[in-house]
């Protein structure tokens, strides 16, 4: 059978796949820092020519302006046999990375990947540590292993099934070129049934597992200003306002004392969870402490919303969270200032049916009613994208749970994730498909941080689940 074959395949050439994993993982395709537009523009170039070499028909489109340039989106496409009668696929990742800061946290340079065993005191196998090892270069080779694979078991590519396949170059960066190349090229993707993305995680080493739901996202920033210079603080002290100490006293309002988000309106969209739901949930035996534990953390830290778990808090409620915040001085040794101005970056996590847009609005209308004597805002809208909840019983989701259990010999568990893909929002919203995220990674692979790794069993893991996916897929279309 030709899934076997695949299979065999993958095997035989476990080296080969990390080496080419290594390779794509040592061009530092960051895409929010300009002077690594050339560096994001070789990822995507390397990406196209890897689906290329599994039989896709590759096309690299510009996004953005010749002003305001973006970062390439690599579009690729199998048309499958003409007896395939399985779903169209359309199969979404990203090959752009997050910053490295702070460097010198990095056991080993960001950008020249290491394969190694685990230290003492280190949980799991051996792995790869690299900017993108998991986040989403590792993931986004899972599938590309899968696909040559399939190429060489049967010839054709996908193994005669029908893929559409979207790489983008702006997901840390707030995606702000996609939807505009969703609805250009709508036609041509609104004839895929279902999105697959492998960038999510599983609940454990051992534990495989497909998430069918992600929170939306609003992110915004709050500038406020002040005087129009910076001033001596013994001079203007307790003379006029200091926009930092003014900034956090009206942060400060967003939770009331039971961790409630206190913006009017905020929870007016937010679907309940269901009783069915939240003993789902409870039955997976989330250890909250032992999480906590892990990010050096006990358990009084365990703290949110009242009233809910610390699951039910990921992956059913929304949150209001300051990720950044900055004003005044904050060199080294002292200088007695009162700033001009204070920033703060706010983003909101998001459930069904809350629509980012109007959450902005609520939170801007919500800072103005709150303006300090003196002051006034720049109220700043970054991105958002709406969160999604696929059907966890069509065809297409039964075949990737069948392709996970046959990969791990382990049912995979059904879970929800407090990230969000904004993708997800915008496919469901602009082209009416839902998503299946099938992901590998585990929850100390330091997405984002310094030293993120992928484990080997994990990629192994994600190389053979896809390739049991087209196999399932070819068996719906026989």
């Not at 559409?164 to 996609?178: D, F």
């Not at 988000?261 to 949930?281: H, L, M, Q, S």
């Amino acid at each position: 059978m030709s899934v076997q074959k695949a299979l065999d395949w993958l095997s035989r050439n476990e080296k080969a796949s990390l080496d080419r994993l290594i390779d794509w993982l040592r061009i530092p395709s960051i895409s929010t820092d300009p002077a690594y537009r050339e560096q994001t523009a070789a990822a995507a170039a390397w990406c196209a020519d890897a689906l290329r070499e599994c039989g896709f028909d590759v096309e690299i489109h510009p996004t953005g302006t010749r002003e305001s340039p973006g970062h390439p989106i690599v579009l690729a496409s199998t048309p499958g046999d003409a007896t395939y009668k399985g779903p169209h696929v359309l199969f979404y990742g990203h090959y752009d990375v997050q910053p490295v800061d702070p460097i010198d946290l990095w056991e080993s340079p960001p950008f020249e990947p290491v394969l190694r065993d685990p230290r003492a005191g280190e949980e799991g196998g051996r792995r790869i540590v690299a900017r993108g090892a998991v986040d989403d270069k590792g993931q986004v080779m899972g599938f590309l292993e899968a696909m040559r694979a399939w190429k060489d078991a049967t010839g054709k590519p996908a193994g005669g099934a029908r893929f559409t396949v979207l790489i983008e170059g702006e997901e840390e960066c707030g995606s702000v070129h996609l939807d505009a190349f969703l609805d250009k090229h709508k036609p041509a993707l609104k004839r895929c049934d279902v999105c697959l993305i492998s960038d999510t995680g599983m609940l454990g080493r051992d534990r495989p597992a497909i998430t069918y739901g992600v929170r939306g996202l609003a992110y915004t920033e709050v500038v406020l200003h002040g005087a129009n210079q910076d001033l001596h603080s013994g001079l203007w002290g307790g003379r006029c306002p200091n926009p930092i100490t003014e900034l956090t006293r009206v942060l400060a309002q967003l939770h009331d004392r039971k961790r409630r988000v206190t913006i009017p309106g905020f929870y007016d969209g937010v679907v309940p969870i269901g009783a069915k739901e939240r003993a789902n949930w409870k039955a997976l035996k989330f250890n909250a402490r032992a999480a906590l534990k892990k990010i050096g953390l006990g358990p009084s830290a365990d703290i949110g919303e009242a009233g809910y778990t610390a699951m039910e808090r990921e992956w059913g409620r929304p949150t209001a969270e300051i990720n950044g915040i900055v004003g005044g001085y904050t060199g080294k040794g002292a200088k007695t200032v009162i700033p001009s101005r204070a920033s703060a970056k706010v983003s909101f996590r998001l459930v069904a049916d809350q629509d980012p847009r109007e959450v902005t609005k609520m939170f801007f209308k919500w800072c103005k009613e709150r303006t300090p004597p003196g002051c006034r805002w720049e109220l700043i809208d970054h991105h958002g994208g709406h969160g999604v909840t696929t059907p966890i019983d069509s065809p297409a989701m039964r075949a990737a749970t069948r392709a996970l259990k046959s990969a791990s010999g382990k049912a995979a568990s059904l879970i929800r994730s407090g990230g969000s893909i904004p993708v997800a929002g915008s496919l469901k919203t602009r082209l009416g498909i839902d998503t299946i995220f099938m992901g590998f990674g585990l929850d100390d692979d330091r997405v984002h941080s310094p030293n993120e790794k992928f484990e080997t069993d994990c990629f192994t893991l994600g190389t053979r689940s896809h390739a049991h996916f087209v196999g399932e897929l070819l068996s719906m279309g026989g």
